[in-house]
């Protein structure tokens, strides 16, 4: 097949072959009708051509997370989780549709702690122990039952036309399968796509996965039930349990029956007269980001410069103490009480504040907590978070909106591949000890429930009340801050939504690197943009400043006099389209 070939997207209805469209060429586009937005260019063409056709977002959607699953298998598929945020412009509501994997009925609190009653590494987890039941295909499949335009199974064909005819692997997938060579390589299905003999196939090859053509066949037919009940379902549980110690947690084809998409709770703040829509908890950074710019909105900062320090310690400082409660009081709503409410409350915001100092920074983390009542505040246990992920944003020729965050909890999940479905690891973003010093960790292993996750698929909705923005981003534990930076950007600064992306990525905490042996912590200063500049004044701040690649991969559409903008990262291959 020849490259060309490779940069086309072909879309076979239930009546005719669609027409192919290229990649698109520019890292952004502009429409009157609708737009697509995604962290990757297959990705972005499916969606175009499917909304071409006349499908809706709840089509493009799933035929675009379908094709991710198929491209970027290192960060999402069918085997993992995600969280769609729905806007339906004519009834005006939004729903939080959580599609995120869960825990077994087989698992327990204490499951990942060893004979001392010690928590075992993160890489003792990862593997056949760290697969929860994915919940993407179920998410995908009743959603469209409920608002889908297009037949089902012509939204499968794209991933299909992929997965049998091929795609170019690109950098990052390469580069996650170097990090976790030593795991992935004792997966027979693994090591066959990835390795030729000895070596692992270098960015740019042509990537095929026929098991995974046959698998969406049937799911093109069946639909969801080929996993939630039937063949796929069975194998993966025979699999996952034949690799699995005796006294470990098994899985069970019930626990694939059972599986339900939930509705969460919408997070509605405001921010300088626009309504900020986000996603509830399991999905925590959303009440991150509203706490964040309600703080900020007492602080004058579309009167400061961009390339200023202040706005950014200001950011750094809101978000610092909003994370904070994030760890605390962050859980999955239907196992533990989780105090929205209270977080948001005004007095709560006002107290929060007050903790950010005039000049400088509020001091090392331990001297930062979580500031609801001691006594009722749950134990502070961060554990880990989804390293690698995916985004997608899409406005309709209806005006509905999508923002969707999908995983499978870590680069190449948990390294096991069944039927060429790649697994999810979401068992490891878990808090691996169920209490700590006497009090209850909200993010324990309980069977059926449903991990934490930084994930922020998020909308913005104007002074008049119309849809203003669509955003979300992969990036672990950053995805807030990135989200943040492009709503100050946007609202405070007046940058289109493209501009306000290209602002550096300056945030406190610690950062996972896909190609570095170390995680360093502190204030992450994106190298390589102006805010090199600021340093100085960000140690005289007494931070301690890391200079590093800081690779967001936001994907964002701007709805503004009347016309839609497709805005992307330019520091990922991500690409939007529209018209």
């Known amino acids: 097949m020849s490259v060309r070939s490779l940069l086309l997207v072909t879309i076979v209805s ?7 469209d290229p990649f698109p060429t520019l890292p952004n586009a502009q429409g009157e009708r609708f737009m697509v937005s995604a962290t990757n260019p297959y990705v972005t063409s499916t969606g175009y051509s499917i909304l071409k056709q006349g499908g809706n977002a709840i089509d493009a959607m799933v035929a675009m997370q379908l094709v991710m699953g198929v491209v970027e298998p290192d960060m999402t598929g069918i085997g993992g989780g995600t969280f769609a945020l729905y806007y339906d412009n004519k009834s005006k509501s939004f729903t939080a549709y959580d599609g995120r994997d869960a825990a077994p009925a087989s698992a327990t609190a204490d499951m990942f702690l060893d004979s001392n009653g010690k928590a075992i590494s993160r890489n003792d987890i990862l593997g056949p122990r760290s697969v929860a039941i994915p919940g993407t295909l179920k998410l995908l499949y009743t959603t469209h039952q409920q608002h889908g335009k297009l037949e089902w199974k012509q939204l499968v064909q794209p991933a299909i036309h992929y997965a049998e005819n091929g ?53 093109a037919q069946q639909g969801d039930q080929y996993m939630y009940g039937g063949p796929l379902g069975r194998h993966i549980v025979e699999t996952v349990n034949a690799r699995l110690d005796d006294h470990e ?33 399991p999905a925590s950074g959303g009440v991150l980001v509203s706490q964040s710019l309600e703080m900020l909105e007492k602080s004058d900062i579309a009167n400061m410069a961009y390339t200023d320090a202040e706005p950014w310690r200001l950011m750094v400082e809101a978000m610092r103490l909003a994370k904070e409660d994030r760890i605390a009081y962050a859980g999955d709503p239907s196992y533990v009480d989780t105090p929205v409410k209270e977080l948001l409350a005004e007095d709560y915001i006002d107290d929060r504040y007050e903790l950010i100092p005039e000049q400088g920074n509020a001091g090392n983390a331990k001297s930062i907590k ?8 749950p134990a502070s246990h961060e554990g880990f978070e989804s390293q690698d992920t995916g985004h997608i944003s899409i406005v309709d020729n209806e005006g509905n909106a999508i923002a969707m965050t999908s995983t499978v909890g870590t680069g190449m999940g948990s390294g096991v591949m069944v039927d060429g479905v790649l697994l999810n690891a979401q068992m490891a973003n878990f808090s691996s000890i169920p209490t700590l010093n006497g009090k209850p960790v909200q993010n324990a292993i309980e069977a059926g429930k449903r991990p934490r996750s930084a994930i922020t698929p998020l909308m913005v909705m104007d002074p008049e009340g119309q849809l203003r923005l669509v955003v979300g981003s992969p990036g672990s534990s950053q995805i807030p801050g990135y989200v943040l930076k492009t709503i100050v950007g946007v609202v405070d600064w007046g940058l289109s939504a493209q501009a306000a992306i290209d602002l550096p990525n300056i945030q406190y905490g610690t950062k996972i690197d896909r ?30 400043v890391h200079v590093i690649p800081v690779i967001s991969g936001l994907n964002a559409i701007e709805i503004k006099d009347k016309k839609i903008y497709g805005a992307t990262d330019r520091r990922r291959a991500s690409t939007s389209m529209g018209e």
């Open 14 to 20: 239930s009546a005719a072959i669609a027409k192919p």
């Open 167 to 219: 795609y170019a692997m690109n950098s990052y997938t390469y580069d996650i399968v170097v990090r976790e060579q030593t795991r992935l390589i004792h997966d027979p299905e693994i090591r066959s796509l990835y390795w030729n003999v000895k070596e692992i196939r270098p960015t740019g090859t042509n990537m095929t996965n026929p098991k995974m053509a046959v698998v969406l066949k049937e799911i």
């Open 249 to 281: 947690a098994k899985l069970t084809l019930e626990d694939f029956t059972n599986y339900k998409v939930k509705q969460r709770d919408i997070v509605k703040s405001q921010y300088r007269g626009h309504d900020i829509i986000s996603f509830g908890y």
């Open 370 to 377: 979580p500031g609801l009542d001691e006594a009722t505040t």
């Open 515 to 544: 190609t570095k042996p170390y995680n360093p912590t502190g204030l992450l200063v994106e190298k390589r943009t102006f805010a090199e500049s600021l340093v100085p004044e960000f140690n005289d701040m007494g931070y301690k």
